[in-house]
Nanobody
Framework: QVHLVESGGGLVPAGGSLRLSCKAS????????ITWFRQAPGKEREFVAA????????YYSDSVQGRFTVSKDSAENAIYLQMNSLKPEDTAVYFC???????????????????WGRGTQVTVSS
């Protein structure tokens, strides 16, 4: 069982920055794939960025590549999502999810993840 808690969301003007935090159960960040998804009103949950298998590699969606950065802090048992140059279309609830046995081809599929946090709201004003 892995417990995930997101924080750091808020209201920010377009062009601004936020850093989201996903605090995980001890040790999970070093062995699990932990991924950020987001869901805007009326839309399906979509892949944002992933810290693959404890940090072997990071992956990003095309829409955030170059603007968002995912990182790990093992001492804090946390995965961070640094979001820069935010756009109104980034507005969504952001979730972190974890899975230990995920295969790479399933990385972007939300239904493949066993553990989820409750999410944090990010609102970008135009």
């Amino acid at each position: 069982q892995v417990h995930l808690v997101e924080s750091g969301g808020g209201l920010v003007p377009a062009g601004g920055s936020l850093r989201l935090s996903c605090k995980a159960s001890e040790g999970a960040v070093n062995t699990y794939t932990i991924t950020w998804f987001r869901q805007a009103p009326g839309k399906e949950r979509e892949f944002v960025a992933a810290n693959w298998r404890g940090g072997q590699r990071q992956y990003y969606s095309d829409s955030v590549q170059g603007r968002f950065t995912v990182s790990k802090d093992s001492a804090e048992n946390a995965i961070y999502l640094q979001m820069n140059s935010l756009k109104p279309e980034d507005t969504a609830v952001y979730f972190c999810a974890a899975d230990r046995r995920l295969i790479l081809s399933s990385l972007r599929i939300s239904s493949q993840y066993d553990y989820w946090g409750r999410g944090t709201q990010v609102t970008v004003s135009s």
